[in-house]
């Protein structure tokens, strides 16, 4: 008897012939007591006896479906993705039942889920034919519709639903260009006046509609190109784009307007006339200012020249290109020029001129003048001022905020050291120009650089104290720059007036050139030959004013100490040449100009040297002969009065003691010093120090009394010199 198993496969021819056919691949086939999900392995060629309560695994049974392909195509037959503007085309079909077999005669609807598609018939039905093909017309709802679309198909085979579609892109019919033309309609031989405007119709079409929108037209010409024509679109209205054309004053007289959209272009020409003058407006110049240096005393960020700006404009005050304009000076003073003197104004209307320099200062206006359609209109620039030479010896100056600092036992005491300059004529000189700094003794300027820019006419360094300290304690500030040798200006033309010129190039023929060559000594305008700088090194002072003390003014000539002398250190600055010159080169022309300056580095212990006044009323330094330098006779006993003591003060070498020292009266008893005059040190390098006086008060009694003269340094050290009072002499 057949097993069970068996007799259920038996009973079952094609499931037999199924399981036989799997029998590689599975263990069971059907049949009850499975177990769905398990896996099983099997060794080939080893016979698998199932285990008695498991389930054998199964293959589950997929039903078989109904299928649908679906296609665009055209009017050939050919697959499409796209369809534009009136283009049409059919959405095919083919519907398999689920054996696998055509399925002719069933319905199949169509939709879209948007309405950029119509479909023929309306219905959006068709019917498979005996082929299972089914068919409907498809095409844009509009020649505009545009686009992106979904196209579904359900329908019914085999009694089970099947669906399927197909994307596609929707584009708008291409716009088309029609002839463009004036309304109404000109020739190009009549001339649209300038600002006059005239209006264009382009006609546009879509699949032979009306167009409503018209993206891609452009629209330009050559004045338009040039800034001197303006186009301006109006609506799109039943496919007619109106533009609205302005000649703005085009030079071309005829302009050539295109109009392109897609592959179309289409060409129109029309009369322009230029436009008249308005005016003429001054811009500005290439200065920082409003003023350039006189002629030769240009470099160092000095201009000679400035270029000025003027605008043509029309009458709408728009910029007018292509005019000519000519230029003139309102004066021509010490050989001012203006070129070029006639220009054209460019595209924005723009024009230039240049301004250079004469010799004489001056100020100066350039008209700018132009003519068009019989219309002459002129402007006018701002005042322009030519000024500034270069520095004049007889114009420098060199000053100091102190001239005896607290330096000869302190470093770091500070002197503000200001050197000032003016050209020919008095004014300050052009900014930045470059002045050298020395000195014998300290330290001056900065690390960057041993001198100074000026800023309105002059610049500041900083002298320090330190090592080298001169034995004298005076030390010699040397300030120097290139300038101009002083001269006198007889003919008033502002440059100095040469006889016998001496060529900086001597292969070079042109003429004199002030500033550039020199001039032989003597054979032009009045000057004088300055003599080589030098660095004044020597024992012997620079003395200003009365130095006090008779031994020292008979033992130094001033004279003596200003004449170079290298045996006591006189160094020569700068090293241009061998040797110094006290007479200078023989040559008038650019050459280094200076000033010098002695300042002190002073001493905080004072030495008080008592004085008298002599019957002419001069001020003597006190001597044995005049009786004890402690004693004020007069001042106590018989007969006492109120007494006058002239002192003066100096430091260990007969110099001032810092500027700003207080002089004060101190401790007293009996008399009655009063203040102190003057009563603070000044600043000074005075040779012998600083004078002073005090009115000393009498004891009511005339008792004999004491007092005393105290110096207090801006550091806070004092000292005091005491005095007592003494009986009138015999």
């Not at 090194?537 to 000539?557: E, M």
């Not at 001033?558 to 023989?586: E, M, T, V, W």
Request: charged letters at 15%; proline letters at 7%.
């Amino acid at each position: 008897m057949l097993p069970t198993y068996l007799q259920r496969a038996f009973a079952n021819p094609v499931r037999v012939l199924t399981c036989v056919s799997m029998a590689t691949a599975l263990v069971a086939c059907g049949g009850g007591g499975g177990n769905p999900g398990g896996t099983s392995s099997v060794t080939p060629g080893t016979p698998t006896t199932p285990t008695p309560g498991t389930p054998t695994p199964t293959t589950p049974v997929v039903p078989a479906e109904p299928k649908m392909t679906v296609q665009l195509i055209d009017a050939a037959g050919l697959p499409i993705t796209t369809l534009s503007g009136g283009q049409a085309g059919q959405v095919k079909v083919t519907l398999l039942d689920a054996k696998g077999n055509i399925a002719p005669n069933e319905v199949v609807k169509f939709t879209t889920d948007d309405t950029l598609l119509q479909f023929t018939p309306v219905s959006g039905s068709a019917l498979t034919d005996a082929s299972g093909v089914a068919v409907i017309t498809v095409k844009p709802a509009s020649v505009t519709a545009a686009g992106a679309v979904n196209i579904a198909a359900v329908a019914t085979a085999s009694g089970k639903a099947v669906n399927g579609g197909i994307n596609l892109a929707v584009g708008a019919a291409p716009l088309t260009l029609g002839t463009i033309k004036f309304l109404p309609e000109r020739n190009e031989a009549e001339i649209l006046p300038a600002f006059g405007t005239a209006v264009l119709q382009i006609p546009i079409t879509t699949g032979n509609v009306p167009a409503a929108t018209a993206p891609g037209l452009t629209i330009n010409s050559l004045c338009s190109n040039d800034g001197t024509a303006s186009i301006v679109p109006g609506a799109l209205d039943k496919g007619m784009q109106s533009v609205t054309y302005t000649n703005k004053g085009c030079l071309r007289g005829t302009d050539t307007i295109t109009v392109s959209l897609g592959n179309f272009n289409q060409t129109i020409k029309i009369g322009v006339g230029k436009a008249n003058i308005g005016t003429i407006q001054f811009v500005g110049s290439d200065l920082a200012g409003s003023s350039i240096v006189l002629r030769g005393s240009g470099g160092l960020g000095r201009k000679e020249s400035s270029i000025l700006t003027f605008r043509v404009l029309d009458q709408n005050s728009i910029g007018l290109p292509g005019v000519d304009v000519t230029f003139t000076a309102t004066t021509t003073t010490g050989g001012l020029i203006v070129q070029p003197a006639k220009a054209t104004s460019d595209a924005t209307g723009a024009v230039t001129t240049t301004v250079a320099s004469g010799t004489i200062p001056t100020p100066v206006r350039v008209v700018a003048q132009a003519t068009r359609n019989g219309t002459t209109i002129s402007g006018l620039s701002d005042s322009l001022i030519i000024s500034t030479g270069l520095p004049i010896q007889k114009s420098m100056s060199l000053s100091a905020d102190s001239y005896n600092i607290d330096g000869l036992n302190y470093d770091s005491a500070i002197a503000k050291v200001t050197v000032l300059m003016a050209d020919q004529y008095g004014n300050p000189i052009s900014d930045d120009t470059a002045v050298n700094f020395v000195t014998e003794g300290g330290a001056i300027a900065t690390p960057s650089q041993g001198g100074c820019k000026t800023k309105d006419g002059g610049c500041t360094v900083e002298l320090k104290s330190q090592a080298f300290r001169p034995l004298n304690g005076r030390v010699t500030v040397l300030a120097y720059v290139q300038g101009i040798e002083d001269f006198i200006d007889a003919n008033g033309d502002g440059v100095y007036t040469c006889g016998k010129p001496i060529p900086a190039d001597e292969k070079d023929p042109t003429p004199y050139r002030p500033l550039v060559d020199s001039c032989t000594f003597g054979t032009g305008e009045i000057a004088k030959d300055q003599g080589d700088p030098f660095l004044n090194v020597g024992n012997l002072a620079i003395i200003r004013g009365n130095p006090g003390g008779n031994t020292l003014q008979r033992d130094i000539d001033p004279a003596k100490d200003r004449q170079y002398n290298s045996a006591i250190g006189d160094l020569p600055f700068p090293y241009n040449h061998a040797k110094y010159d006290a007479k200078g080169n023989q040559q008038w022309g650019l050459n280094y100009i200076w000033r010098e300056a002695e300042i002190v580095f002073s001493g905080d212990d004072p030495t008080f040297i008592r004085q008298f006044r002599d019957a002419e009323g001069n001020l003597s330094d006190w001597t044995t002969a005049n009786g004890p330098v402690d004693t004020i006779a007069g001042l106590s006993g018989p007969g006492c009065s109120n007494q006058v003591l002239y002192f003066r003060i100096v430091d260990v070498n007969n110099n001032p003691l810092p500027s700003g020292t207080t002089v004060s009266a101190g401790d007293s008893d009996k008399v009655q010093p009063q203040s102190v005059s003057p009563n603070v040190i000044p600043a000074t390098n005075r040779l012998g120090g600083t004078q002073h006086w005090v009115n000393i008060k009498a004891e009511t009694n005339c008792a004999p009394g004491e007092f005393s003269i105290k110096t207090t340094t801006p550091r806070g050290k004092s000292v005091a010199k005491g005095y007592r009072s003494g009986p009138a002499a015999p």
